[in-house]
């Protein structure tokens, strides 16, 4: 299974401060994505890793591959209340469609 | 409004009764997925399409699940004789690359 699991499950922060999730997966894989899921906006893409890249930035969110540890991480600088939702990675194997989510780390954001 | 839309948002129904959700993917995208969440876990794939064939369909399905997009646009999904390990949130996901848009949802009850 190529199924991403995310560590914290939950975690809570200060407006302003920087939160870090962390996801990690058991298969080799074409490239990780990583989406956020609120109760207003639904499930939204952030971001696309392929696998032989090591870091892409959008914005405040940084993400890393490490695809010999089998890990990536997702850091969002500067947090704001409104970046309080689930956050979710999403591995895909080469050739593959298919997206497997994990439980998803719960971020809140204190204002 | 260009995004995927998914009919109904919200279903109540009783336990044995039939249902059918429809999704509109985003006109252009070959890929359409169907995932259930249920609260606080993640998507949980259940098949894709990519143009009107079903490419993948998860072991996890029982066989009182069924989809169809016949004409490679939009997509149904059925379930028969609902049990009220059914009850979820719905999700529909269109792409045309590894990026998935992801509708609003529906959400099921099965009393």
């Known amino acids: 299974s190529q199924q991403g699991e995310e560590d914290p499950q939950a975690l809570s922060i200060q407006e302003g401060e920087n939160a870090t999730m962390n996801c990690s997966y058991k298969t080799s894989i074409n490239n990780l994505q990583w989406y956020r899921q609120n109760s207003g906006r639904g499930l939204v893409h952030l971001i696309l890793i392929r696998s032989n890249e090591r870091e892409k930035h959008s914005g405040r969110l940084r993400v890393t591959l490490d695809t010999s540890k089998k890990s990536s991480s997702l850091l969002i600088t500067a947090s704001r209340a409104a970046d309080t939702a689930s956050y979710f990675c999403a591995p895909s194997v080469a050739g593959g469609f298919k997206t497997i989510f994990g439980a998803g780390t719960r971020l809140f954001v204190k204002a | 409004d260009t995004g995927v839309s998914q009919d109904p948002r919200h279903k109540i129904t009783k336990r044995g009764q039939n249902v059918t959700f429809r999704c509109d993917p985003i006109?252009?995208?070959?890929?359409l997925y169907w995932y259930r969440q249920t609260l606080g876990q993640g998507p949980e794939f259940l098949t894709y399409f990519q143009n009107e064939a079903q490419l993948e369909k998860s072991r996890l399905l029982s066989d009182r699940f069924s989809a169809e997009r016949p004409k490679g646009s939009f997509s149904t999904l059925e379930i028969q004789r609902t049990e009220q390990g059914d009850s979820a949130m719905y999700l529909c996901?269109?792409?045309?690359?590894?990026?998935?848009?992801f509708g609003p949802g529906t959400r099921l009850l099965v009393l």
């Open positions: 996901a269109s792409s045309r690359a590894e990026t998935q848009y």
């Open positions: 006109s252009e995208h070959n890929r």
